[in-house]
């Protein structure tokens, strides 16, 4: 069996361990509980016909992109980076998360994940910035941890890159 480490990466209370929760146990809290350092999670996923466990590195939010901790990010295959849509400072950190990401794992694949569809009409985020990213080749999945909207898809889409490379 393959193993593939993935980081979970943004800000606090994006989601982050939202939507692991929903990935791995299938299940939402409302209760918001701070994670410190980082939670590993797992959970084995069929990729056409190859049994992959995914490492779930659930990292603490960081208030400033030069907080994140590059000794978390060693060895990973490949990363969610998260922003709430209903905050768009999120995103933003996110861009500067993702720069330091990338100097510390190099070209790993990564998924953009705008969390909160389910408030889409409290988003501060508008499509023309989403639609900006994917013109310079990301890939972005609108998810919702509460509802389960994409999340599935968005860890799967993940699996998926980490193997073609």
């Given at each position: 069996?393959i193993?593939?480490?993935?980081?979970?990466?943004?800000?606090f209370a994006?989601g982050k361990?939202?939507?692991?929760?929903r990935?791995?146990?299938?299940?939402?809290?409302?209760?918001y509980?701070t994670t410190?350092?980082?939670?590993?999670?797992?959970?084995?996923?069929?990729?056409?016909?190859?049994?992959v466990m995914?490492?779930?590195?659930d990292?603490?939010?960081e208030e400033?992109?030069?907080?994140?901790?590059?000794?978390?990010l060693?060895?990973?295959?490949?990363y969610?980076?998260?922003?709430?849509?209903?905050r768009?400072?999120?995103l933003?950190?996110a861009?500067t998360?993702?720069?330091?990401?990338?100097?510390?794992?190099?070209?790993?694949?990564?998924i953009?994940l705008?969390n909160?569809?389910d408030l889409?009409?409290q988003?501060?985020?508008?499509?023309?910035?989403?639609?900006?990213?994917?013109?310079?080749?990301?890939?972005?999945?609108k998810?919702s941890?509460?509802s389960?909207?994409?999340v599935?898809?968005?860890f799967?889409?993940?699996a998926?890159?980490?193997?073609?490379?």
């Amino acid at each position: 069996m393959i193993q593939k480490k993935i980081c979970m990466l943004g800000t606090f209370a994006v989601g982050k361990t939202s939507l692991v929760r929903r990935f791995v146990e299938s299940i939402y809290s409302d209760k918001y509980h701070t994670t410190v350092g980082v939670k590993i999670d797992k959970k084995t996923v069929k990729v056409g016909n190859e049994e992959v466990m995914l490492l779930l590195w659930d990292i603490q939010g960081e208030e400033k992109a030069q907080d994140l901790r590059k000794s978390y990010l060693r060895g990973a295959a490949g990363y969610l980076l998260v922003a709430d849509g209903t905050r768009r400072d999120t995103l933003y950190t996110a861009l500067t998360i993702q720069t330091r990401a990338q100097d510390t794992v190099g070209a790993a694949p990564f998924i953009l994940l705008i969390n909160k569809s389910d408030l889409v009409d409290q988003w501060q985020l508008e499509e023309r910035e989403l639609d900006a990213l994917a013109d310079r080749g990301w890939h972005v999945i609108k998810t919702s941890a509460k509802s389960g909207t994409s999340v599935e898809e968005a860890f799967l889409s993940l699996a998926k890159r980490m193997l073609e490379v």
